[in-house]
C-alpha cells in the first residue's frame, strides 16, 4: 500500500479504473508482512484469506459498479472483538483462543455490501478492557511513533496499524475511549458515533449500554465516508436507531469551513489539575486555530464530569460480569484440562485459566457491585450519576454550544509498562472519553500536536446526541486548518 | 482506604460468585486492587443528586417513548446441528458434556 | 427458572416414631396458606429472543442458533407475538398491564443456562394484579405475571450430563398468585383453571408432562386464628394435577408434624417424589442465591400502547366463564355440566358440534350426558388427543340422534360406542346398525309375541309378581330385552308389558 493512501483515494482509483480491490490487497498485505511484527498489531493474517475477499469485492465492483459502492475496494482491519465469519475471534484473550466466529457482525456486511473487504483481525486489549493495548493475552502493541510506548487502548492494534499505514481504516470500539485515546496516541482520526447510531450486533459485548463500534482512519472525510456505511437501524440490534442525519462525507464537501460562526465549548474541568503540560499547551494552540477557523469559544463546566470514570467502572464492570458469565467451556471456548473436575470446579478453572488479570479484576468488581446488599450503593447510584453527567452535556449543549472541546486524553503516550502496576492510574487516562460514553454522545479524535519526544496528542471533540454532521464538518475544518494529520510515524 | 473492608474472604466469595478459582495469591492481589479501585468509586457519595425522585434508569433507556424493537414470530431456522457443536470442547452426540451434575 | 437443586432427604419427625398426624385434625388446628408460581410455555412458532422454532421433542441441539446458544456479540430481539399472547392473558385475568416494563438479566451458572443469565422481569413486571375464581367461590388474587426465557435440558449420565438447548430461549409467562389458596383442593382447581384459561386463549397448549405448563408450590401453615405466616416451603416441579393435589397435601402433613414436635418449619426447596408420595428436601446450592439481578442492556424498556391492548382485545376468544354461562343459558345445562364441559376448550368445541349434529333429535341435556360420561371416560382410557380424537362430533352426534329418533335404544348406543372406540369408527353408527342387525323393534305385535314368551318361561316370578310384588316389574322388563338383545324400544315394552300383566291379574 502507497504510504499515502486513504479511504477516499482508493474509492477514486477504483472508480477511474486505476486499482483493483485485490491490488489494493496486495499492497495492503505487502507492507503489513514487514510492519506488523515489530507492532504485533495483528491478531490474524491471513493472506489467501484477504485475497479471497478482494477478489470477492472486485467481482462485486464488477457487476454493480464502483459508483454505486462508497467503498469500492477499500482494505478494513477489523478489531478482534469483531466478528468475521469462519475467521478467529478471540478478543485478545486465551478464553477464545481458537473461538472460530459462526456469523458476520452487522457492521462487516455492510462494509461488504459497500464495496470493502476485511484484511486482517487486530490486537486488542483482552474484551476491550484497557487502555494501553498490555492487556492482550498476545502480547502489547506498540506504538509506531516509538516502540518503547503503548499505543492506547484497548483497540490498540487497529489504531498503531492505521498509523503505520498498513491499510487506510479500522474498525474499533469504544465503551469508555477505546477508539479515541489509541487514535490520539498514535496520531490519527478515531471516531465513536451517537450510542445506537451503528449496530453492535457481532460486537462481542463488554458494557453493552456504552459499546459503540466506529472507524480510525487518517482523516475526517475518511471517517465520514465511513459513518455514511456504519450508520443504521439494524434488526439485529434492539438499541439500535435509525440515524436522522446522513450524507457526512458529502456534508464535508460542502460546507469545508463549518467552524466559522460555531460556538465551541471548553469544559474547563478538563483543562485544571492533572493535565500534562505539553499536552495542555498542544490544546492551547488547537484552541487558538479553531478560532482562527472562524469559532467562537466559551467557557462552560460540566460540574458532575468528575465522578465519570467511578460511575464508568461501576455501570461497565457490572454490565460486562455478566456479558461475560457465557465463557463457560462448554459450548466453546477454553476448557480446563484437568481430569475428574466436579462441574463448578470445571466452571471455576476453565475460567480462571482463560481470562487474564485485569479481566478478572473487573469480573470481580461488576459481581460485586451487583451483589445484595451492595446494588444501590453502587449500581443504582452510578446510574444516577450518570444520568447527572448526561444532563450536564445536555445543559453545556444547550447554552449555545455547537461542539465541545478537549484533550482526548490528559497524557502524551506512556511507556509500556509504566502505569500497568496502578489500577486507578490506568483507569484516570480515559478520563476525559469515558464521559462522553456515559451519555451517549458522539466523539471523535483528531491529531492536534505532537511532543517534544515527538508523540502524537489529541484532541476530541464532542457534540450532541445524533449530531455527527456537526461533529464531523467542524472536526474536518480544523483538520483542514493544520497539518498534524499529514505527519506519518518513522517506521 | 475503602469503608467497606476488603478482606480475603469478600474476595473469596465475589470470585465464588463469579465462578472464578483464585489462587491464594490472586486473592492477595485482587484484595489491593478492588480496595483501591472501591475506595475511589465510593466518591460517587458525594454526589448530590439533584434528581427526581421518580426517576428511574431502567425505565427512562433509550429516546423519549422509544420501545424495544420486535421481531415478527418467523421461524428463520436453525444453525446447522454440526456448526452448533463444532466448537464445543466435549459432547456426546449433539448434545453437550459437562461433568455429571450430581447430588 | 431451572436453578441448580439437589435432592437429599430429611425425614418427618414422626416417621420413625410410625405415628402421622391426620389430616381431619391437623386441618382443625392449622391453616394452610397456598401460593402458586405457574410457568407457561408460550405457543409462538419461534423462541423469545431468536428465530429458531420452538418445536418440541427434536434432536439435541437441532433448534439453536448463535443466540439461543449464547455465542460471542450476538444480541437478543424480542419476539413480538410472544408480547401480545402475554397481554391476552392479562386481559383475561383483568390484571393491569403497565405501559412500561423491563427485561433483567438474572444471573447464575447452570449448564443449562447458556449465557450465564436469564432474560427475565423483575421488578417491572408487563402487569400485576387480576383474579381467577374457583368452584368453591374463591377468588384468587394474582400477583404479577411477567415474560421470560426458558432454560434449556440437562440429562444425567452416569458419569456425565448432558446439555440440550433446543428450549433454551422458548417464551414463558411465569403466573404468580397471592398466597391466597386455603387448600389443596383449591390449589389443583385453580390450577386446572388456569390451564383451561390458557388454552382457551390458545397461548399454551397446557401440557404438563411436556412441561409446557410448570407448577411449583409454595406452602406454609399457621395455628387456626393466627394472623402471621409460617415459615413457607416450595414445592418444585409437579407434573400432574394429582400430584399437586398429593404433595400439598403431604407437605402440609409434615409441616404439622415438625411443629407438633415443638420443632420449627425450614425455609427450604421440596422435591415432589410422585412413588413415594412424599415431597423431600433439596440440598439448597452451597452458594447462596445471589442472583445479581440488573436492568438488561440489550433491550430497552418495553411498552405497551393503550392501541396494541386494544388489538389484543379484539382478538380474544370466548372465555371458559363466560361460555359456561352461556352453555348453561343457551343449552340448559347444570352449573356442573357446563363447567366439566367448558374446563377444555376442545371439549366444549366437540360439544357444541354434537349438538350441532344432533338437531335436535335429543336434548342437549343427553348430548351432555353422553359427551361428560361416556365420551370422557374413552378419552381418559385411551388417552384421546382431544384436537383429533378418532370419533368425531360426527360420528358421536349420528349416534345420539339415533336414540331420539327411535332407531336404538340407548343401551344398544352404548355397546356401539364402546364398539367405535375399540374398533374405530368405521362407516358410522347407521352402518353399524344395519350391518348387526339392531335395528329397534317397534312392532307392538312382536313385542307382544316376545313377552306373552317370557312370562310364560317364568311361572314362579309372574306367580309372586300377581301376588303383590310390582317390584318383579323390572325383572320383566329386563328378561324381554335380553331375549331380544336390546333391540326392542323400551317405552313400547314397558307398555305392552304392563298391558298384558294387567291382563293376567284380571284374567
Redesign the interface.
Known amino acids: 500500500m502507497p504510504a499515502n493512501q486513504t479511504v477516499k483515494s482508493i474509492v477514486e482509483q477504483v472508480r477511474s479504473g486505476k486499482l483493483t480491490a485485490v491490488t489494493a490487497a496486495h499492497a495492503c498485505l505487502e507492507r503489513t508482512r514487514t510492519i506488523a511484527q515489530k507492532l504485533n498489531s495483528h491478531l490474524h493474517f491471513d493472506e489467501a484469506a484477504a485475497l479471497a475477499e478482494a477478489a470477492a469485492a472486485d467481482l462485486r465492483i464488477k457487476t454493480i459498479g464502483a459508483d454505486k459502492l462508497p467503498l469500492a475496494g477499500v482494505p478494513v482491519l477489523v478489531k478482534d472483538n469483531i466478528c468475521v465469519r469462519g475467521s478467529k475471534t478471540t478478543c485478545g484473550s486465551k478464553m477464545l483462543e481458537n473461538y472460530v466466529a459462526t456469523y458476520d457482525a452487522s457492521v462487516i456486511k455492510r462494509l461488504r455490501e459497500a464495496g470493502a473487504f476485511v484484511v486482517g483481525k487486530m490486537n486488542m486489549d483482552e474484551f476491550a478492557m484497557g487502555s494501553s493495548n498490555e492487556n492482550s493475552a498476545f502480547g502489547a502493541v506498540r506504538n509506531p511513533w516509538n516502540l518503547e510506548y503503548v499505543p492506547g487502548g484497548s483497540s490498540g492494534g487497529s489504531a498503531a496499524a492505521v498509523a503505520a499505514r498498513l491499510a487506510p481504516v479500522a474498525l474499533g470500539s469504544d465503551t469508555g475511549g477505546s477508539i479515541r485515546q489509541p487514535a490520539s496516541f498514535c496520531g490519527i482520526v478515531g471516531l465513536k458515533p451517537t450510542y445506537g447510531s451503528v449496530s453492535r450486533s457481532g460486537l462481542v459485548a463488554f458494557g453493552s449500554s456504552l459499546d459503540q463500534i466506529g472507524p480510525l482512519t487518517t482523516t475526517v472525510e475518511d471517517a465520514a465516508m465511513m459513518m455514511d456505511v456504519l450508520a443504521g437501524l439494524d434488526a439485529s440490534d434492539s438499541t439500535s436507531v435509525k440515524h436522522p442525519q446522513s450524507g457526512f462525507a458529502k456534508a464535508l464537501l460542502e460546507n469545508p469551513e463549518a467552524l466559522k460562526g460555531m460556538t465551541i465549548g471548553i469544559p474547563e474541568e478538563f483543562f485544571e489539575s492533572g493535565l500534562d503540560a505539553e499536552v495542555g499547551s498542544c490544546l492551547e494552540r488547537a484552541i487558538a486555530d479553531v478560532q482562527k477557523a472562524g469559532a467562537k469559544i466559551k467557557r462552560v463546566r460540566l460540574p458532575n464530569i468528575s465522578y465519570s470514570v467511578a460511575a464508568y467502572y461501576v455501570i461497565a464492570t457490572a454490565e460486562a460480569s455478566a456479558n461475560l458469565a457465557r465463557f463457560d467451556g462448554v459450548r466453546y471456548g477454553h476448557r480446563t484440562q484437568g481430569a475428574n473436575l466436579n462441574l463448578k470446579d470445571l466452571y471455576r478453572k476453565s475460567r480462571n485459566e482463560g481470562f487474564g488479570r485485569e479481566v478478572k479484576q473487573r469480573i470481580m468488581l461488576g459481581t460485586f457491585v451487583l451483589s445484595s446488599g451492595y446494588y444501590d450503593a453502587f449500581y443504582s447510584k452510578a446510574n444516577k450519576v450518570r444520568e447527572l453527567i448526561s444532563r450536564d452535556f445536555a445543559a453545556a449543549f444547550d447554552s449555545g454550544v455547537d461542539l465541545l472541546l478537549t484533550p482526548t486524553s490528559p497524557t502524551p503516550p506512556f511507556k509500556l509498562g509504566e502505569k500497568l502496576s496502578d489500577p486507578l492510574a490506568m483507569y484516570l487516562s480515559d478520563i476525559c472519553t469515558i464521559g462522553v460514553n456515559l451519555a451517549g454522545l458522539p466523539g471523535i479524535s483528531v491529531p492536534c500536536g505532537r511532543t517534544k519526544a515527538g508523540l502524537p496528542v489529541g484532541m476530541q471533540l464532542i457534540a450532541p446526541k445524533f449530531n455527527e454532521l456537526t461533529l464531523l464538518t467542524g472536526a474536518h475544518a480544523y483538520e483542514r486548518a493544520t497539518e498534524w494529520h499529514k505527519d506519518q510515524p518513522p517506521l | 482506604m475503602s469503608k ?1 473492608q476488603v478482606d480475603r474472604e ?2 473469596r466469595k ?9 489462587s491464594e495469591q ?1 486473592i492477595g ?2 484484595q489491593e ?2 480496595a ?3 475506595s ?8 448530590h ?3 427526581d425522585k421518580n ?1 428511574r ?7 423519549a ?15 446447522p ?1 454440526e ?3 463444532k ?4 459432547r ?12 | 427458572m431451572n436453578a441448580p437443586l439437589n435432592g437429599t432427604k430429611t425425614s418427618r419427625p414422626s416417621e420413625a416414631a410410625g405415628n402421622k398426624p391426620q389430616e381431619a385434625t391437623v386441618l382443625d388446628r392449622y391453616e394452610p396458606v397456598i401460593g402458586l408460581e405457574v410457568h407457561c410455555q408460550l405457543k409462538t412458532r419461534t423462541k423469545l429472543f431468536c428465530g429458531c422454532s420452538t418445536a418440541f421433542g427434536g434432536l439435541p441441539n437441532h433448534n439453536t442458533c448463535q443466540i439461543c446458544l449464547g455465542h460471542p456479540g450476538v444480541l437478543p430481539v424480542l419476539n413480538s407475538e410472544a408480547v401480545n399472547f402475554a397481554i391476552r392473558f392479562a386481559l383475561a385475568i383483568g390484571a393491569d398491564i403497565h405501559e412500561t416494563s423491563v427485561f433483567a438479566r438474572k444471573q447464575y451458572f447452570y449448564p443449562d443456562l447458556p449465557k450465564g443469565y436469564q432474560i427475565t422481569q423483575f421488578d417491572l413486571p408487563y402487569c400485576t394484579g387480576g383474579t381467577m375464581t374457583l368452584a368453591s367461590g374463591k377468588t384468587v388474587r394474582l400477583m404479577r405475571a411477567h415474560l421470560e426465557e426458558d432454560a434449556g435440558k440437562n440429562v444425567h449420565g452416569d458419569e456425565s450430563s448432558y446439555v440440550d438447548l433446543n428450549r433454551a430461549g422458548v417464551p414463558l409467562v411465569e403466573i404468580v398468585s397471592q398466597p391466597d389458596i386455603r387448600t389443596p383442593e383449591d390449589a389443583a382447581d385453580y390450577l386446572k383453571r388456569l390451564r383451561s384459561l390458557v388454552r382457551s386463549l390458545d397461548i399454551c397448549d397446557g401440557n404438563l408432562e411436556e412441561g409446557s405448563f410448570r407448577c411449583d408450590a409454595n406452602i406454609s401453615i399457621r395455628p387456626k386464628g393466627q394472623e402471621q405466616l409460617g415459615t413457607r416451603c416450595e414445592i418444585k416441579n409437579l407434573n400432574s394435577f394429582r400430584n399437586i393435589e398429593r404433595a400439598i397435601k403431604y407437605e402440609i402433613l409434615r409441616q404439622a408434624d415438625v411443629l407438633d414436635h415443638g420443632q420449627k418449619v425450614i425455609q427450604q426447596t421440596m422435591l415432589f417424589d410422585a412413588a413415594s408420595g412424599k415431597t423431600q428436601a433439596m440440598r439448597s446450592k452451597e452458594e447462596s442465591h445471589d442472583y445479581r439481578y440488573f436492568p438488561e442492556p440489550d433491550l430497552l424498556p418495553l411498552r405497551i400502547d393503550a392501541a396494541r391492548i386494544e388489538r389484543q382485545r379484539q382478538v380474544l376468544p370466548e372465555l371458559p366463564e363466560a361460555m359456561s354461562k352461556r352453555f348453561q343459558e343457551k343449552h340448559g345445562l347444570s352449573a356442573y355440566d357446563a363447567a366439566v364441559l367448558t374446563s377444555d376448550k376442545d371439549l366444549a368445541n366437540f360439544y357444541e358440534a354434537v349438538v350441532a349434529r344432533v338437531a335436535g333429535a335429543v336434548t342437549e341435556k343427553i348430548v351432555a350426558n353422553w359427551v361428560t360420561s361416556e365420551y370422557l371416560r374413552e378419552v381418559n382410557n385411551r388417552s384421546w388427543d382431544l384436537t383429533s380424537p378418532p370419533i368425531t362430533s360426527d360420528h358421536l352426534g349420528e349416534l345420539i340422534a339415533l336414540i331420539g329418533k327411535g332407531v336404538i335404544s340407548g343401551r344398544i348406543a352404548k355397546t356401539l360406542f364402546e364398539e367405535m372406540a375399540e374398533k374405530g369408527p368405521g362407516k358410522g353408527a347407521m352402518a353399524m346398525v344395519e350391518e348387526q342387525g339392531l335395528l329397534q323393534v317397534s312392532d307392538s305385535s312382536e313385542i307382544r309375541g316376545v313377552i306373552a314368551k317370557v312370562l310364560d318361561s317364568n311361572p314362579g316370578q309372574l306367580a309372586e309378581y300377581l301376588g303383590g310384588r310390582d317390584k318383579l316389574f323390572g325383572f320383566f322388563v329386563g328378561q324381554t330385552m335380553k331375549v331380544s338383545g336390546g333391540k326392542m324400544n323400551p317405552q313400547l315394552v314397558n307398555d305392552v308389558l304392563k298391558e298384558l300383566l294387567d291382563a293376567r291379574r284380571q284374567g
Not at chain 2, 57 to 63: L, Q
Not at chain 2, 92 to 103: M, N
Open positions: 467497606i469478600l474476595v465475589v470470585a465464588d460468585l463469579a465462578h472464578l478459582s483464585l490472586e492481589l485482587y486492587r478492588l483501591k479501585v472501591l475511589y468509586v465510593e466518591q460517587l457519595d458525594e454526589v443528586e439533584s434528581l426517576w434508569p431502567d425505565t427512562s433507556r433509550g429516546e417513548g422509544v420501545s424495544a424493537l420486535e421481531r415478527r414470530d418467523v421461524v428463520e431456522g436453525s444453525l446441528v456448526e452448533a457443536m466448537q464445543a470442547p466435549a456426546i452426540g449433539t448434545a453437550f458434556q459437562v461433568p455429571r451434575i450430581l447430588e
